[in-house]
């Protein structure tokens, strides 16, 4: 059990917005549990991050059930858990009927079922405690239905919907949920994305990037402020509201 240090566990923490999670929880918390399959890059984050928080690597491939099971018993032998950050993901670029199903399952296995998981067995430890902060991240894509994305965007708005159906069971709990939904953020996540087409990150312009850092600092600030959705930067706020009101448009 983790006595009276404040604790996080994030997932996807080798890079991009999970890394910089951590940097920013270590201001906030004592214990980090970093969670990713990269186990070089945990190492060289622990070393960067020792003498602020105590980092504690665990190697787990959060696609399978063996490596949620050890990620769960972490947060079994730790007990309760202050932040848990559900942040590992990829994207796959292409239509549905060209991307593989392998692909495409694990997209459904990383985001959802080892979301669901890991908050499932967070959950009754921050009850007990009185409290607790759940982030998800999901995605500005979760707004937009479109072309090439079908299975990440459809897996991201589950996590929405997930998160404030959460929220609303929790409401007596002193337990927060977030979905994080970010737009283009400088990450390795795109180089990264597997799938038939390559991204091109040209075709996006200059103002429409983030940085992890900004980020990560907007999902921070929004705790407290009662709102589970947050998505940082005003033109991917301007999308997502045209993005839902053409959902109501075409009802
Ligand atoms: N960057 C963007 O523009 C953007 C926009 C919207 C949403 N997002 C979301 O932000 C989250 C973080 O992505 P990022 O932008 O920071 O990209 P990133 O730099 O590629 O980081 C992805 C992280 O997920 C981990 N991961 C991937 N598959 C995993 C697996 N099977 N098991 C355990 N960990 C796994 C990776 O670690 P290992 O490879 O070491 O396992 C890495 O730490 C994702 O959920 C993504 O969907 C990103």
């Not at 980090?32 to 928080?53: D, F, M, Q, S």
């Not at 296995?109 to 009754?124: E, F, G, K």
């Not at 709102?227 to 930067?233: A, E, H, T």
Request: glycine share 10%; net charge negative.
């Amino acid at each position: 059990m983790s006595g009276n240090k404040v604790t996080a566990l994030v997932t996807g923490a080798s890079s991009g917005l999970g890394a910089e999670f951590c940097r920013q929880l270590a201001a906030r918390c004592d214990v980090i549990i970093a969670v990713a399959r990269r186990e070089e890059r945990l190492l060289a984050l622990a070393a960067e991050l020792a003498g602020n928080a105590e980092v504690q690597c665990l190697v787990a491939d959060l696609e399978s059930i063996e490596g949620v099971a050890r990620t769960l018993e972490a947060i079994r032998q730790r007990g309760p858990v202050n932040y848990l950050v559900n942040n590992a993901g990829f994207g796959a670029l292409g239509r549905f009927d060209a991307l593989p199903i392998d692909c495409q399952r694990s997209m459904v296995s990383l985001h959802i079922d080892a979301t669901i998981t890991l908050c499932r067995a967070a959950i009754p430890f921050m009850r007990e405690q009185g409290g607790g902060t759940i982030i998800n991240v999901s995605s500005l894509g979760a707004f937009v239905s479109g072309e090439n994305m079908a299975v990440y965007g459809a897996s991201k708005a589950f996590l929405n919907y997930y998160s404030q159906s959460l929220q609303a069971e929790l409401a007596d709990s002193g337990i927060e949920v977030q979905a994080l939904c970010p737009g283009f953020t400088h990450t390795e996540f795109h180089d990264s994305m597997s799938g038939e087409k390559r991204f091109d990150r040209s075709r996006i312009p200059d103002h429409m990037w983030l940085t992890s850092e900004a980020v990560v600092a907007a999902s921070l600030d929004a705790l407290g402020a009662g709102r589970v959705l947050v998505v940082p930067g005003d033109s991917n706020r301007s999308i997502a509201r045209s993005g839902l009101q053409g959902q109501l448009d075409s009802l």
